[in-house]
């Protein structure tokens, strides 16, 4: 550790002539706020004396070339998902990490962070459909009946209006498990693409959706092929003036995440040599992203200079 931190002496390791002293810290233990970044710097100082580099673009993600050999290793706090196409070499691998650190090997990846992964003829197909059957069981609510959303979609929902519940939470909470009920099976397919592989993404905004502060929410959906890969809805931090500045915005937000997708594939030895295809449904949002000229309608909007600077070199 860098910093210097004082702990109390914990029970039943009291020093008996000295029980109001304090002890010094030379490691991170458990529970320390400095823990977790000593562990990442621990694990990752012995991955890269092994030859292994830390990706530009996540710093979670470690990569090690060797000849024709790829090995890719994920960490996640203390879990560890590693895959390659040298099988003999991630075996001999997961033994070297045994010697350093105590682990334990599951063998091949089934279950990871909430999410079951199966593999199928056509490929690999991920859901939560455990996680979804493990937390109906352990409210006993397996009996509920099934809603196809998890709110009404004609519902207008306010601060002011309507009456006050006496648990909100609970109410809401009870929507969403009958919801789980009957998509627990739901999940992505992801099929291997032998072609050329092309990114795909989708914008949509709505406009001054929510009735209390005007923001408007804005959603994406990014496919490498045929496979979704990336996506995300959230409200937008400003109030748009019009549905032309919400949906760019929105734009906006997908190139960033765009971006950072065609980093890590290209980290990941998955170059992307054809734009980036963005398809919106607002004609002047996509004017204004290819020539953002100052007019009486649109001088108003902060222009975002890196969407402009990708349509200009053709990267989207």
């Known amino acids: 550790m860098t910093e210097e931190?004082?702990?109390?002496?914990?029970?039943?390791?009291?020093?008996?002539?000295?029980?109001?002293?304090?002890?010094?810290?030379?490691?991170?233990?458990y529970g320390l706020k400095q823990a977790p970044r000593a562990w990442l710097y621990r694990f990752s100082s012995f991955l890269l004396s092994r030859g292994f580099i830390c990706s530009k673009s996540d710093n979670s993600l470690f990569i090690y070339r060797h000849g024709s050999s790829v090995f890719y290793l994920l960490l996640y706090v203390d879990?560890?998902?590693?895959?390659?196409?040298?099988?003999?070499?991630i075996y001999s691998f997961i033994s070297c990490l045994g010697r350093y650190f105590a682990m334990k090997d599951l063998g091949d990846l089934h279950f990871s962070l909430g999410v079951?992964?199966?593999?199928?003829?056509?490929?690999?197909?991920?859901?939560?459909q455990k996680y979804v059957s493990d937390l109906l069981a352990r409210f006993h609510l397996h009996t509920l009946k099934h809603v196809r959303t998890p709110l009404p979609s004609r519902t207008k929902l306010s601060l002011t209006d309507g009456e006050l519940l006496?648990?909100?939470?609970?109410?809401?909470?009870?929507?969403?498990f009958r919801y789980l009920q009957g998509t627990s099976a739901h999940g992505l397919l992801l099929q291997p693409d032998r072609s050329s592989p092309?990114?795909?993404?989708?914008?949509?905004a709505d406009w001054a959706g929510c009735p209390d502060s005007s923001w408007s929410t804005s959603g994406f959906a990014i496919f490498l092929g045929p496979n979704l890969f990336s996506w995300k809805s959230k409200k937008q931090?400003?109030?748009?003036?019009?549905?032309t500045e919400a949906e760019y915005r929105a734009i906006a937000y997908t190139v960033q995440d765009t971006l950072h997708i065609r980093s890590i594939l290209f980290e990941l030895g998955v170059p992307i040599r054809t734009p980036v295809r963005l398809l919106c449904d607002n004609v002047s949002a996509s004017y204004l992203s290819t020539n953002p000229i100052q007019h009486a309608r649109s001088k108003h909007i902060s222009i975002d200079y890196l969407l402009f600077e990708n349509v200009s070199h053709m990267e989207i």
């Open 5 to 29: 931190v004082y702990m109390r002496q914990p029970p039943g390791f009291i020093h008996p002539q000295f029980p109001n002293h304090v002890c010094h810290l030379r490691k991170a233990i």
């Open 79 to 89: 879990d560890i998902i590693i895959t390659g196409n040298s099988p003999s070499f």
């Open 116 to 128: 079951q992964a199966v593999r199928l003829s056509k490929g690999l197909f991920l859901s939560q």
């Open 166 to 176: 006496a648990d909100p939470t609970k109410y809401r909470s009870m929507r969403i």
């Open 198 to 204: 092309t990114v795909n993404a989708y914008s949509d």
């Open 237 to 243: 931090p400003t109030v748009s003036r019009s549905s």
